[in-house]
Structure formats: C-alpha cells, structure tokens
C-alpha cells in the first residue's frame, strides 16, 4: 500500500476532478485517512486463505458487497494481483479493469485490460507507477504524502529527557527467516545508547513482545519498550520523531521511509532492489550470499541474517548519522 502512493498522486494528477477510491483491507485504511489525493477509502475484511470468501469480519464483508455493487466506476485498478485482490476486482461493476498480465495466483483472469508484465527486479514503486504511465499520466518524480502521525500526540510516551536523540529499533516481523537475532539488537540498542548517546525505542506489534523482552533482558541500559503499545499514527509519530530507524524488511521500514525518515534496513531472504526503502539517504545491510534472495519465509539455515555481524550494522548507522551532518 505504502509502495502505491506515488501512484495515487500520479492518478490525481491525470485526473485532477476525478472522484478517487480506494479499496484497503481495514487494520491499514487509518494509513490512508484524509490523504489530500483521495475522495474516499472504503474498508475490506482480510480475505484469508482457506476461507476466502469468509473473511475476518463477515458484516463488513456483506455491507462492502453491497456497496461494489451499488456503485459503477469508469476505472478499476489492481495493484496486488493476488487472488484476494481479484476477488474485490471481480465484484466492482465497472466496464474497465485494469492490471498486469500474469499475475500470481490467477487473478489476472479477472481483468478486462492487461498490461504486459513489469520487470520482476524493478521497485514495487516503478511497477505500480508503470500503470499510472500506461494510462497516460506524467512521468513525474514519485511522491509520498501521508497525514498520518502528522498531529499525533505521543509525548506520553516519550519520557521528558531533553537533550538526547531518538532512535527507534522496530526489529518483528512476520517471517521468522527475516529476523536478526535478539542478542545483536541488544548489541546495537546499547550501542546506541551508551556510545552514541541516543534513546532507544523498541517498536512493534503485540505479537513482537517476547521479542523485545528478549532484547531487553540482554541489555544492560535502559531502553524504552512501546512494542504493542502504538497505533498505526502513534507509530508514525515516533517514528517522525527519530533521528533514524532501524528495522528488519516489513511494513515499518516503509512507513518509515515514506515518511521521509532515515532507515538501517536489515535484509535477508529478501530483495532490497525489489522492496527496499525507496528514496535517498537509506542504508540496506545484508550479506550478499548465494543462497540470498530466497523469498523463503522459514529456513533451515538462516544464515543471511544470523551470520550478519553487529559491527557491519553499527558501520550503516554511523553512515546514516554521517551524512545527516553533511546535510
């Protein structure tokens, strides 16, 4: 979703006066609030695999149903191209529905224009630019705006301690092969902290607490725990806050960077040229072994993050830091 914005903002510019919706799953829409480029979100329940037609929330289900259906659009745009996606897509009335060809899962089978396939090795931003350009807008450079975070408050959250940076270590993820081990974050954040003078923030969601309870029992400087603790814009606001970020390949590290904040990013089984942080002035880590990328979400061996050593990391944080003082 992060990766599409620029989209947005090339379709608003094709379409100046054009009524813009955009369809998201639920727990993402606050993401996409009061975005000056769109006219409407409309939420989704998260189709999940095995009950597709199910979904999470079964009245938002229905009552979205009847909404595709009581709505007619002169254009409907598949970014995804996943099953999940196609299902909404199949839904919309509209005599126009536009995506690539190819696409996983099938999902290409419901549209009604498909676009040659994009370079697989490009950037998710060029590639969902690329539709935009086919539809004739302007090849501008991509732009990301987001009000969310931009007037929230989250000083109770932040102890009074004037003086001292921000840094914030979002280390969860949902694959268990993209995680750095505890220890190493507990290296950096006291690092951090005791070397470089910052404050350190752990980030993430509820399911990343025994992670940062395993960070933090290892670290002999006090850190501050917030994992669990933050909305989608507290998020956003901390992260704004931070003098830079440090984070495994998720969706804080593209909240961050679309945000404009300077970003560690730890990469592993995972392509950086694909899905790194997009834009200037970020640091991608990751060890260039044969086996990596392996888009593999479990591995026996996770050598690309586990061999991925303390001080190479420290190096990409002093960088960041380097060219901060240079700017």
Known sequence: MLHALPTLEALRTL???????????????????????????WQAPRLRPGRLFLGDNPALLSALIRRLWQNRFDLVIDLQGLLKSAVWVSLARSPRKLGYDRTREGSYRVLTERVPPFDPEAHAVLRYLNLAHYLGAPENPPRFRLGLGAETEVSHLLPEDRGRGLVVLHPGTRWPSK??????????????????GF?????????DRDLAAKILAQMREPALDLTGRTSLAELAAMLRRAAFVVTTDTGAMHLAAALGVRTVALFGPTAPWRTGPFGAGHEVVRLDL??????????????????????????????????????
């Open 15 to 41: 379409y100046p006066t054009g009524n813009l919706t955009w369809l998201v799953e639920s727990a993402f829409a606050p993401v996409l609030e009061n975005h000056p480029a769109l006219n409407e979100v």
């Open 179 to 196: 995680l750095w081990p505890a220890k190493s974050w507990a290296g950096l954040a006291s690092w951090l902290s005791r070397g470089r």
């Open 199 to 207: 404050r350190v923030a752990l980030t993430g969601s509820p399911a």
């Open 290 to 327: 044969e086996c990596s990328p392996c888009f593999k979400r479990r591995c026996p061996d996770p050598r690309c993050l586990a061999e991925l050593g303390l001080e190479t990391v420290q190096a990409a944080c002093e960088k960041i830091l380097s060219n901060g003082l240079k700017n």
